[in-house]
């Protein structure tokens, strides 16, 4: 596939989605078209959703043969070009016990810019955060936004379980609207509420979504450790991309 140079390449003016595949097929395929569509609007760019949805499963159809059962599908969209990308899905096959060390990032998220609610092209920051914390030796960095409020990770949206209950910030501090987490949301019936570092201590767990890794339980935040992971790994057996083909 030969890219055509464009303001996607140039200024990261474009979007695209991670969804994960499981026997060849995506899991909430619709809501993350839907979230595309809504992205490339923003940046006024034509998009034909029904040929690109018809590009991805040609393709799927295509590779078949080199897909291995668990994998993450990529599409990326700029003015002139539409690219489809598959690679394994890291997290399959990660033990059901698997747990992650979070860290507080030092640059915050700007909850007053557009862009921090879509995935855009423009995706380096969130890169280069977690990099820097995976050489510190952390899984995942979280971000705080101008007003000093937890808002997501570099990768993934944040909950909170108190007594059972599960507590996310709301999308209004600044973070793109994850598909997981609006699963989570509508089929747990997550709280949202405004949290910053210094409410956490009154939380049991802390736990991670995104589309990829399903459910993933933390194990601190900073330098504070959480008491169970009896919540996070209830929802990561019932949650992970391999276990379940929801609908939205």
């Given amino acids: 596939m030969r890219l055509q140079m464009d303001e996607g390449y140039y200024f990261g003016i474009g979007a695209f989605e991670t969804m994960a595949l499981e026997d060849g097929e995506p899991v909430f395929f619709d809501r993350h078209m839907d979230r595309l569509e809504e992205a490339v609007k923003y940046f006024g760019i034509f998009f034909e959703r029904k040929t690109a949805e018809k590009m991805v499963w040609e393709y799927l159809d295509r590779n078949k043969e080199k897909l291995s059962g668990h994998d993450a599908l990529k599409t990326a969209v700029s003015e002139k070009n539409f690219v489809i990308s598959v690679r394994p899905n890291p997290y399959a096959g990660k033990e059901p016990d698997t747990k992650i060390r979070t860290a507080y990032s ?7 810019s557009p862009l921090t609610y879509y995935k855009t092209l423009n995706y380096a920051e969130n890169l280069m955060e977690k990099r820097k914390a995976a050489q510190q030796g952390f899984g995942e960095a979280v971000f705080l936004n101008g007003r000093g409020e ?10 909170f379980v108190k007594g059972g209950k599960l507590y996310t910030p709301p999308v209004s501090c600044g973070m793109l609207p994850g598909i997981m987490r609006a699963y989570i949301c509508r089929s747990f019936q997550a709280e949202e509420t405004v949290i910053r570092p210094e409410d956490i201590e009154m939380y049991d767990e802390m736990f991670l979504t995104n589309s990829l890794m399903g459910v993933m339980p933390v194990e601190s935040l900073g330098e504070h450790r959480f008491h169970s992971l009896k919540t996070a790994k209830r929802l990561r057996s019932r949650c992970s991309p391999g276990h379940f083909q929801p609908a939205l």
């Avoid at 030092?106 to 007053?112: K, L, W």
């Avoid at 937890?150 to 909950?159: D, K, L, P, Q, Y």
Wanted: glycine share 12%.
């Fill in 106 to 112: 030092g640059i915050r998220r700007n909850e007053t």
């Fill in 150 to 159: 937890i808002t997501e990770g570099t990768v993934s949206n944040v909950f």
